[in-house]
């Protein structure tokens, strides 16, 4: 896992399986086998160190995305609203729109975490 995640015990082990096993968003009430206490902490740890994206819904309710692990700071995710499966995109063209905004727009962007929401190929294709 991460290197800013503080020591190494078995309810982490038991966390880092089960985040990294979900294709789509979770919630805390998805984690099975640990406490709830033990989860949040998790989730703020992990949040905190960039493992999980917290997202709130509407009605203030918390999904997590794991974000595999890569160099690059910027994350674009595509979220499939049927399936819920979660793709990591890295794309030339977000550097050019990053520029767009900063040119354009005169905001200094200085990292940058998205997601956007859709239908998938299979689900598009399979509905």
């Given at each position: 896992m991460?290197?800013?995640i503080?020591?190494?015990?078995?309810?982490?082990d038991?966390?880092?399986?089960?985040?990294?096993?979900?294709?789509?968003?979770?919630?805390?009430?998805?984690?099975?086998?640990?406490?709830?206490?033990t989860?949040y902490r998790?989730l703020d740890?992990?949040?905190?160190?960039?493992i999980?994206?917290?997202?709130?819904?509407?009605?203030?309710?918390?999904?997590?995305?794991?974000?595999?692990?890569?160099?690059?700071?910027?994350?674009?995710?595509?979220?499939?609203?049927k399936?819920?499966?979660?793709?990591?995109?890295?794309?030339?063209?977000?550097?050019?729109?990053?520029?767009?905004?900063?040119?354009?727009?005169?905001?200094e962007?200085?990292?940058?975490?998205?997601v956007?929401?859709?239908?998938?190929?299979?689900?598009?294709?399979?509905?």
């Open positions: 991460a290197s800013n503080k020591y190494h015990t078995n309810n982490r038991k966390f880092d399986e089960i985040i990294k096993s979900f294709n789509r968003p979770f919630t805390a009430k998805d984690i099975p086998h640990l406490s709830t206490t989860t998790l740890e992990y949040e905190k160190a960039g999980l994206k917290k997202v709130l819904g509407p009605d203030g309710s918390a999904s997590y995305y794991y974000i595999e692990p890569c160099d690059d700071k910027n994350h674009l995710l595509l979220e499939c609203t399936c819920h499966t979660i793709y990591h995109i890295d794309c030339a063209h977000l550097h050019s729109f990053t520029k767009h905004i900063s040119k354009k727009h005169g905001f962007i200085s990292n940058y975490q998205l956007i929401q859709g239908v998938c190929e299979f689900c598009k294709e399979y509905a």
